[in-house]
């Protein structure tokens, strides 16, 4: 950590679980004022605790990403505990990987998916935008994805959504030139998140692995059973296989890290050694 995240107030969607917890755990132990929002009560409090407890500063502001009123009610709250916000990261996201075929058990989640992760990538950026622009300076970051990048087999929807984050990010960087840094985070695949949990047809991931799905199945399979090897499994092999939301999240405190005079902004986060095509 530098001294570039000190002092910063940074809100952090999705902040609750996963990798947004990690996000906000982290720069909030780098000396930053972490705003976590989530729909999850609870469990965003417990996360709150828990920073705070560590002996750093973090407040829960419960609002759902794709209600205008509840984000704009979350980043007032971030000023007049803070004074100004400087990051927002537009981390909340779901994965309802899915075929077409598939429309009928898949429709819910693909509404609620452009809810959340088109939307809800709107409503940040409209609660913060002001406020940014008032300072003189701020920055985004949007948790775009590799799936993002093309049409790809099994993502349709969810492609679609990322792509029209990158979209959005491009276009807020073109009209807040400096005034506001503008980050597009594209992760390829990650465990140990709850983005699993939508997808709708397991057998669309296969989609993004393209020529190397058998041996992605192998990996897979390896993983799932502990036996994954550890050429794959280092960090420090050049076969590392799959990223973590540890590796993840690091990524993101690192773009915030940056003196105001910087902007990292477009990083995609790979393992070098993946089965992801994209």
Known sequence: MSEHLKDKTIIVTGAASGFGKLIAEKCAAGGAHVVG??????????VVAQIRDAGHDAMAQTADVTDLAQMRSAAQHAVEAYGAIDVLVNNAGVMPLAYFADHERAADKWHRA??????????GIS???DQMIAQGRGQ?????SIYGNAGIAGSGVYSATKAAVT???????????????VTTVKPTGVTGTNLASWIVNDSAIFGLVGQRAAEYG?????LTEGRLSAELSDVDSIRYWLITPDDLANAVVHVIDQPWGISLSDVTVRASGEDYLY
């Open 127 to 129: 609660a913060v935008y």
């Open 114 to 123: 452009i809810d959340i992760n088109i939307k809800g990538v709107v409503n």
């Open 140 to 144: 985004v970051v949007n948790i775009s």
């Open 218 to 222: 192998e990996h897979v399979t390896a």
């Open 167 to 181: 979209v959005l990010s491009d276009s807020l960087r073109i009209e807040s030139k400096g005034k506001i840094k």
């Open 37 to 46: 929002i989530d729909v999850n009560a609870d469990d965003l409090n417990s």
